[in-house]
């Protein structure tokens, strides 16, 4: 009796903390589900974009959760292009021991005449 008392306020606690604007991925068919993963492990945005669009209208109910799974596919996919400019080197694009110093001889302009 003492845990089934104990676990209310948990369950409470934890449904307090839900937001409510969050789609519930169980709503999503595993029919329509196997079809998002499989677009979204091709890695092509034209296919996802695709598969969401028919999922949305197959599973009108659903179109959040399925908004929601494609948003988490295309935020990592941003967050990874980020953090691969971020610690690029351009030492391999053929340039590495260029000098890039700028001359320092005046600029001088001929008039021909």
Not at 69 to 93: G, H, I, N, P, Y
């Given at each position: 009796?003492k845990?089934?008392?104990?676990l209310?306020?948990m369950?409470l606690g934890?449904?307090a903390?839900?937001?409510?604007k969050?789609?519930?991925?169980?709503?999503?068919p595993?029919q329509?589900?196997s079809?998002l993963?499989a677009a979204?492990?091709?890695g092509?945005?034209?296919?996802?974009?695709?598969?969401?669009?028919?999922?949305r209208n197959?599973v009108?109910?659903?179109?959040d959760?399925?908004?929601?799974?494609a948003?988490?596919?295309?935020d990592?996919?941003?967050a990874?292009r980020s953090?691969t400019?971020?610690?690029?080197?351009?030492?391999?694009?053929?340039?590495?021991?260029?000098?890039w110093?700028?001359s320092?001889r005046?600029?001088?302009?001929?008039i021909?005449?």
């Amino acid at each position: 009796m003492k845990t089934r008392l104990f676990l209310i306020p948990m369950a409470l606690g934890l449904l307090a903390n839900a937001d409510p604007k969050d789609p519930d991925p169980a709503l999503i068919p595993p029919q329509i589900r196997s079809m998002l993963e499989a677009a979204i492990a091709s890695g092509n945005e034209n296919d996802i974009t695709t598969v969401v669009r028919y999922a949305r209208n197959a599973v009108p109910e659903a179109a959040d959760a399925i908004d929601a799974m494609a948003d988490v596919w295309r935020d990592e996919k941003t967050a990874s292009r980020s953090r691969t400019l971020r610690e690029a080197t351009f030492s391999t694009c053929g340039m590495a021991g260029w000098n890039w110093a700028v001359s320092q001889r005046p600029a001088t302009a001929r008039i021909s005449a």
